[in-house]
Every structure is written in structure tokens, then in C-alpha cells.
């Protein structure tokens, strides 16, 4: 008999509960986004953060079984995301599914949030399997994984300063274009084209990334210039950003022999990258590059259930002591 997982996700401004039977037959799952609230303020807000998810857990839970047409009794495990993440925002997540499990009496499975993003793919592609390399890029993580199992990943190279979604969003703010800043800029650079000449540091150096240089580029620049267009700028500077993670993912896939590409994280919507990635795979023969459907890129429980799917047929549980670790390290990815 399949497991059926239920999950939940509330590492950040989205409150997240799926139910998966087996690895990939989704029953249900429910996204509430705090965007709207948040945006007045620029950016997340850990306290209204927190608050949010509390407000919202029960009722999407509820919808969720509903929908799936089954009893919390039927589930065989509660995964729950518990780091990396706002601190209050984890801890709202995590004691719910300490709750449920220990009224019904059902293994807890605690799952990185990044490894959740790394497996939204397994849900697009089930039959993806390992040696894969991962481009994983989201507002706190930038970094390319070599996994050579499903549960052990060697970090080939990471940024040393910004992470990728998080110079998006610092760079929407110098040009006034809100919060959040990847799909504002995506959507402007659209209109506009790549005409100034951003630095890209570390181009040629090794497989690490940064970013701060070229954010502090682009600030000088537009304190510089007055009759610069904005769609230019954000064309510019998308190109430096996405042109650097493609040139050094394919590095590595050189260097390593290693054809099978996922990408993963909320900057894995971002149309340049997905139209300049698929240009390397006409380039280079053998290449497979694999993204994960739009809705799964940003947070959701789905990629945590499939994550957990991978801990349960391992029987890798935790116990009731399980605590959120805000800056869960990079080294304990599974």
C-alpha cells in the first residue's frame, strides 16, 4: 500500500499544506501567500509572518483533507519543513505537525526546505535519477549540488555573498519597483534590452558566485546617469545575473561529465533562465535540463511531501524534540 504524506510549509510568507499518495499522485494541496501584506512593507515581516500562519493553518488543512476525500487518520506521516526560514514562521509549522502527530499517533518527518525544492522536480519528472548536478537559486540559497543519491548532495560551488533571488529583490528596491523584486524585474526586462554592460564577478573564477558587485554596480550607475530607461537597466542586470549561474552550471557539467541538469528554487521561474538554459541544451548534445512547473518553483507543501515521501520509505523519522533551525546549514541539505 502507497504512504500517503501530508505536509506543511511555513518556512517564510506562504502558509503550505499538500497531501501526496505515494511519489507522485497529489490529493490536494493549498497555498496562501502573504505577498499582499507584506509588500506595503517592502519586504517579509517575521512577527505578521508568524501571525499569518497561525491564522491560516487550520482552515487550509481542513480544505485540504476535504479535497482529498480522506480522514487525518488515513495519512501514514506529517512532514513539515524546519529550516531554513524565519524562525517564528518555522516554529508555527513545526508544532502543528507535532500536534498531529502525536494525537494521531504518526511518524513526524522533518524535511529541509531546500531539499523540498530540489524534489518539486520528481513530481514533474519520476523518473529523473541520480548522478544529477542541481542549480539550486532562491532569495536565500544560490548554490550548484552534485547528487550522487537521492539523499547525499556534495556542494560543487555557492555564493559567497547575496544569494541570486536576493539581489533581484535588493535591486527592485533601488529601482522603486516593490516587493517582491524577481518577477518585477523579469517582467520589465521583458520590454527592455541588455544594453549596458554590468560586471559579472567570478565569471571565469571557479565555480563559486557573487553578486554584491554587481548589485553595487547598478547602484552607481543609476545615481550616475538620470536618462537611463528601466527596462533597459532590469534587462541589463538579468542578464549579468542568469548569464553567470548558466556559464558556471555548465562548467561544472563539463568538468564533472554530468548531462542531467535540475533547476530548483523560486528563481526558477524566471523566463530568461529557462530560455537561455534551453539554449545550452540545443548546444550541447547529451544535455538534459530539468525545471520544475511554475507553481512548484515558489514555496509549497507539495515539494515538502515529496521530499518527506524519500525520508519515509527510509523510515528516517524524527522525534518530538525536532526543532526549527532558521539557518539550517548548507551541509545538512537532506
Keep these: 500500500m502507497e504512504p500517503i504524506i501530508f505536509s506543511i510549509e511555513t518556512s517564510c510568507d506562504e502558509t503550505a ?16 501567500s502573504q505577498i499582499d501584506t507584506h509588500k506595503i512593507f517592502g519586504g517579509v515581516v517575521p512577527e505578521i509572518a ?6 491560516y493553518l487550520n482552515n487550509i488543512t481542513e480544505k485540504a483533507f476535504e479535497e482529498a476525500k480522506i480522514k487525518l487518520e488515513d495519512i501514514s506521516a ?19 505537525a507535532k500536534g498531529l502527530a502525536l494525537n494521531l499517533n504518526k511518524p513526524l518527518i522533518g524535511v529541509n526546505h531546500l531539499y523540498g525544492h530540489i524534489y518539486a522536480n520528481f513530481l514533474a519528472f519520476p523518473d529523473l535519477k541520480p548522478p544529477f548536478l542541481v542549480l539550486l537559486v532562491s532569495g536565500g540559497h544560490t548554490m550548484i549540488l552534485h547528487a550522487k543519491d537521492y539523499l547525499h548532495f556534495e556542494i560543487i560551488g555557492q555564493t559567497i555573498d547575496d544569494a541570486a533571488g536576493e539581489a533581484f529583490d535588493k535591486v527592485a528596491r533601488m529601482l522603486d519597483l516593490g516587493y517582491p523584486g524577481g518577477p518585477k524585474i523579469d517582467e520589465l526586462a521583458q520590454k527592455g534590452k541588455p544594453i549596458y554592460d554590468f560586471p559579472k564577478p567570478l565569471y571565469h573564477k571557479g565555480y563559486d558566485f557573487s553578486f554584491s558587485g554587481l548589485k553595487t554596480s547598478l547602484l ?12 533597459n537597466v532590469a534587462a541589463s542586470f538579468q542578464k549579468a545575473l542568469i548569464d553567470t549561474l548558466i556559464h558556471k552550471t555548465i562548467k561544472v557539467s563539463k568538468d564533472l561529465n554530468v548531462k542531467d541538469i535540475i533547476i530548483a528554487g523560486g528563481v526558477a521561474a524566471n523566463s530568461y533562465l529557462r530560455k537561455k538554459i534551453n539554449e545550452e541544451k540545443i548546444k550541447n548534445k547529451g544535455l538534459n535540463i530539468y525545471f520544475p512547473p511554475l507553481n512548484l518553483c515558489t514555496d509549497n507543501a507539495v515539494m515538502i511531501a515529496r521530499a518527506g515521501y524519500e525520508k519515509y520509505i527510509r523510515n528516517q523519522f524524527a522525534d518530538l524534540n ?7 546549514g548548507l551541509k545538512d541539505i537532506c
Design 50 to 55: 508568524a501571525r499569518k500562519h497561525l491564522n
Design 17 to 32: 499544506v499538500a497531501i501526496l499518495k505515494g511519489k507522485n499522485e497529489v490529493l490536494s494541496h493549498y497555498v496562501v
Design 220 to 231: 552607481y550607475f543609476t545615481k550616475k546617469n538620470d536618462n537611463y530607461k528601466i527596462e
Design 322 to 328: 525536532l526543532d526549527a533551525v532558521p539557518s539550517l
Design 78 to 96: 506529517i512532514a513539515v519543513t524546519y529550516g531554513p526560514g524565519l524562525v517564528g514562521a518555522l516554529l508555527i509549522g513545526l508544532n502543528f
